[in-house]
């Protein structure tokens, strides 16, 4: 009996240590023989490096959603590296749309890394269709005037700051 159910815990590790070997967020990696260099196909290589969500509920003043976060972008063949850049944010909550916007950015190069921080510029006016209480996914639309990529980043918590 004890036999058995050490059997099945293997089974079952060996094949969740099966599945997340081949999970990627990367797509279509190819690796040349020759010089073992990476070539990302369809799409960029980023690493998201922080996100933060709130409503600014000071006294004062209308209660406003904000948005900040850094994104790493690694060099790539396929796009222009020095030039990515981010086109616009959109909010979506619940499969719908709630805010789209040009965010204020700031950009940084480190040696083969891209920083791009984004955010907000003052927040924007709350949306009847924001339930602040529900997380939020985010799609990033990316291009280097060449190309255009969606980016997502899902699950994001709402804060709310008083």
């Known amino acids: 009996m004890l036999k058995v ?9 060996f094949y969740l240590l099966f599945l997340n070997g081949c999970s990627s967020s990367l797509s279509n990696i190819k ?8 070539i990302y196909d369809n799409d960029l290589r980023i690493n998201i490096k922080q996100i933060y969500c709130w ?4 006294p004062g003043a209308k209660p406003r959603f904000n948005i900040t976060g850094e994104l790493n972008i690694f060099e790539s063949s396929k796009f222009n590296f020095k030039n990515v850049t981010i086109k616009k944010i ?31 510029i003052k927040g924007m006016l709350l949306s009847l269709q ?11 639309l990316l291009t280097d005037s060449n ?10 918590a709402i804060e709310e700051v008083y």
Do not use: C, H
């Open 5 to 13: 159910n050490n059997a099945k815990y293997l089974i079952v590790l």
């Open 31 to 38: 690796t040349i023989a020759l010089n073992e260099e990476s």
């Open 55 to 58: 409503i600014n509920r000071m």
């Open 90 to 120: 959109y909010i979506i909550q619940e499969g719908k749309e709630v805010y789209q916007f040009t965010p204020k950015i700031e950009t940084d190069f480190i040696e083969n890394k891209k920083s791009i921080i984004f955010s907000t």
């Open 130 to 140: 924001l339930n602040t209480s529900k997380n939020i996914d985010i799609k990033i």
């Open 147 to 156: 190309s255009k990529i969606d980016y997502f980043i899902n699950n994001i």
